[in-house]
């Protein structure tokens, strides 16, 4: 069984929350977490993105609810002043993935699970879909398959 480190992206997980068109994917990720088949991980960019979105389409009760869920399941990777700076001097073209990027290498992510791929091009993780990953998941627990 492969243990692997992953981070979750926002729309990954807002994709569970929401059960949004990815909802499949997206819970079967999060059910490999919940049986500790992969270790989850997450930054407090995700979380206030998460917390955003789901106040703004439902409200601050479900919002704070999801936020204990997801804190409940995946561990938050720390940023601080060094990941902002390799962030800014970095040549992601959005800050905010430089800045998850550089909180999963440090926290020695094997994949970043995400629905846009390209946002992480410019980084050495390996990055897949939440669908790709489940099956990379099914290969790696049965390699005769």
């Given at each position: 069984?492969?243990?692997?480190?992953?981070?979750?992206?926002?729309?990954?997980?807002?994709?569970?929350?929401?059960?949004?068109?990815?909802?499949?994917a997206a819970a079967e990720l999060f059910d490999l977490v919940e049986a500790k088949q992969i270790v989850g991980h997450t930054t407090p960019v995700v979380l206030a993105n998460v917390e955003y979105i789901i106040k703004k389409y439902s409200s601050s009760t479900k919002a704070?609810?999801?936020?204990?869920?997801l804190l409940k399941q995946l561990t938050v990777l720390p940023m601080d002043h060094g990941i902002a700076q390799r962030a800014v001097?970095?040549?992601?073209?959005?800050?905010?993935?430089?800045?998850?990027?550089?909180?999963?290498?440090?926290?020695?992510?094997?994949?970043?699970?995400?629905?846009?791929?390209r946002d992480y091009e410019k980084g050495s993780i390996t990055v897949m879909t939440a669908e790709d990953f489940i099956e990379l998941q099914r290969s790696?627990?049965?390699?005769?398959v």
């Open positions: 069984m492969a243990n692997f480190r992953i981070f979750i992206d926002s729309d990954v997980t807002i994709d569970l929350l929401a059960q949004r068109e990815h909802y499949p704070r609810k999801a936020l204990q869920m001097d970095s040549t992601f073209p959005d800050f905010e993935d430089a800045m998850q990027y550089y909180a999963a290498e440090k926290g020695k992510i094997d994949f970043i699970v995400t629905r846009n791929t790696a627990d049965n390699p005769e």
